[in-house]
């Protein structure tokens, strides 16, 4: 692209104790998952990750230069890999991930196209 600018990736992230438990004791069990889960089938999605955010549930994966949130979209899903600076475990990214602009500036993913939260 012309304007590539650099764009902070955040996920919700499991540890393997917390998928054992969410398997033995369902999906409520573990707060942040449920979050995840909620923010796929709602309206409320920037609110819900609003809320998740602050509570730290957020990790910061990766730092995707790409132009605009479209383009973090894409880059994040198909590549290339030259334009990802991953800074741990990061899956495609998906409905429930956080984008966070150059200014500051977050959106998370939704459904359909991006939402900014509150």
Not at 71 to 79: A, H
Not at 87 to 99: E, P, T
């Amino acid at each position: 692209g012309l304007h590539n600018m650099n764009y902070k990736l955040y996920q919700i992230q499991l540890k393997e104790a917390e998928y054992n438990k969410i398997n033995e004791e369902g999906h409520n069990s573990v707060p942040k998952h449920k979050a995840k889960l909620d923010m796929s089938f709602t309206d409320k999605v920037a609110e819900l990750a609003s809320d998740a955010f602050s509570k730290g549930y957020y990790t910061h994966v990766s730092n995707i230069e790409a132009e605009g949130l479209e383009g973090v979209f894409e880059v994040g899903n198909i590549g290339p890999e030259s334009s990802i600076e991953r800074l741990g475990k990061m899956h495609s990214v998906s409905v429930a991930d956080v984008v966070e602009t150059p200014e500051g500036v977050r959106h998370v993913v939704a459904s359909i196209g991006f939402k900014q939260l509150a």
